[in-house]
């Protein structure tokens, strides 16, 4: 089982670093480069990673631009930061290219000081709307997903910013694929983050998945 695993990035280098020395053979790292000014496309090269760039800031873009690129059949994503290990993504993968699931998530099991605060009440909010619309009880919004790469492109997700994931989970749901969780260990990251790290990140992030749920009709 070959699995591409996307790797969205925006000023990651010391994360690389650890993350991409450590890649199991089954693991192809695509790297999307979101417009780093720290030389992360470049280390990520040598670290044997394929690079390519999204000049178009956000997450769902990054995202969006990775899945296009990958050739496998499955596809994972997941954060460059270092803060979750790739290795753990084989027994994700495993239920998919098993036909156990069609979308597997990642629910992030935290080690102390690895989820700040605002950010896991953000997410513990927001999982509760989405399991409403997905019908499916759901804990995690998860910075990892794991599906068939043909069925991802089918689904047509349009938000490029930090709904990507859970427009992403709404539309499987709504085409009635087999969603599941699996635990992953979650550990703090390395760098500073530029999203739910920090307050106005975490605000902007539930500003765009709600966007996601009301303006897209998903809850009313």
Avoid at 122 to 142: I, K, Q, T, W, Y
Avoid at 164 to 169: A, D, G, I, K, N
Avoid at 190 to 211: E, F, H, N, P, Y
Wanted: aromatic share 4%.
């Amino acid at each position: 089982m070959q699995v591409d695993v996307v790797l969205p990035c925006l000023d990651e280098a010391p994360a690389l670093a650890r993350l991409l020395r450590a890649v199991p053979d089954v693991l192809r790292p695509i790297v999307v480069d979101n417009g780093s000014a720290d030389g992360s496309a470049d280390l990520a090269r040598e670290l044997g990673a394929r690079v390519v760039h999204e000049p178009r800031r956000g997450y769902g873009a990054a995202c969006h631009r990775g899945l296009m690129a990958a050739t496998a059949e499955v596809v994972a994503f997941c954060d460059a930061d270092a803060s979750m290990d790739l290795e753990d993504l084989l027994a994700l993968a495993a239920q998919v290219s098993d036909g156990d699931a069609d979308l597997v998530i990642g629910r992030r099991v935290a080690a102390p000081r690895a989820w700040p605060t605002h950010a896991r009440l953000a997410n513990a909010v927001l999982s509760l709307p989405m399991s409403l619309a997905a019908r499916h009880r759901l804990h995690d919004l998860g910075p990892v997903r794991v599906a068939r790469r043909e069925d991802l492109i089918d689904l047509g997700v349009r938000d490029r910013r930090s709904g990507y994931p859970l427009e992403t989970v709404l539309r499987a749901a709504r085409a009635g694929w087999r969603i599941r969780e699996a635990p992953i260990a979650y550990v703090p990251r390395l760098g500073r983050s530029k999203v739910t790290g920090t307050a106005r990140g975490t605000l902007q992030a539930v500003a765009d998945m709600t966007r996601v749920l009301v303006v897209d009709g998903w809850v009313r």
